[in-house]
């Protein structure tokens, strides 16, 4: 399953964010961040706590069911005099459950976690980075594996000459990813793709900001 990795900002990060905000409601999800433990319930009654701690006032919580849906709109309808009552919301959700939430309610929002990555798991509890969405896809001559992502130095004509045994010079402990390429190629009796130069890649495949309009029918 796909899922919109984060991690908690630092502490002091928080607490800058959150001067002069004396009053505030926190909201978590019950997607993503819950799975990853950064924004379910457990997460949002510690915040609670160490905010209260702090000498904050919680005005209420909540953990919205996807956050990053339209639906959260209504679902934070019955907060309504909480959230009222508060200076900010401190949304413990990824980036488009905040950017949501703050189109929905202009009101100040506070992110207090990090967006990473959209990541897949792979094993239980450990997330692989899978796409960088660059916009100009290779990997039909890669076997599949993307070295845009994978990819220490992001080389689309790899390996590079620190290739070791099949290890990254970067990080030992991973795997060249253009090792694993020549060798999925290999066994696909693909390896003239090896020989393939892989252009400069156009970063007008990846305009900013994005956007995808369906073609009229
Ligand atoms: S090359 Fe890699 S980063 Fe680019 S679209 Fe394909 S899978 Fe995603
Ligand atoms: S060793 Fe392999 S994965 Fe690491 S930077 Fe070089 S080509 Fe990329």
Not at 25 to 52: D, H, W, Y
Not at 136 to 160: F, Q, R, S, W, Y
Request: aromatic content about 6%; proline content about 6%; hydrophobic content about 35%.
């Amino acid at each position: 399953m796909i899922r919109s990795i984060t991690q908690p900002k630092p502490e002091e990060e928080i607490d800058r964010l959150l001067e002069g905000l004396s009053r505030i409601f926190i909201i978590g999800c019950g997607t993503c961040v819950t799975l990853t433990r950064t924004g379910g319930a457990p997460e949002v009654q510690a915040m609670e706590a160490k905010l209260s701690d702090k000498g904050k006032l919680i005005t209420g919580h909540t953990v919205v069911p996807v956050a990053c849906d339209n639906l959260t709109r209504e679902f934070l309808n019955e907060f309504g005099p909480q959230i009222n009552q508060a200076d900010t919301l401190l949304i413990m959700t990824c980036a488009f459950g905040v950017q949501t939430i703050a189109r929905q309610l202009y009101k100040t929002v506070v992110p207090a976690l990090n967006t990473m990555f959209i990541g897949k798991e792979t094993a239980v509890g450990l997330f692989d980075e899978i796409c960088t969405q660059c916009g100009t896809c290779i990997i039909g001559e890669t076997g599949g594996i993307c070295p845009v992502t994978n990819c220490h130095k992001g080389l689309l004509n790899g390996p590079c000459g620190g290739t070791n045994h099949g290890k990254c010079e970067i990080d030992i402990n991973k795997d060249c990813v253009w090792t694993s390429i020549y060798n999925r190629l290999k066994e696909l009796g693909r390896l003239d793709s090896m020989r393939r130069y892989q252009p400069p890649r156009n970063h007008l495949g990846e305009p900013k900001p994005g956007k995808f309009k369906l073609p009229a029918v």
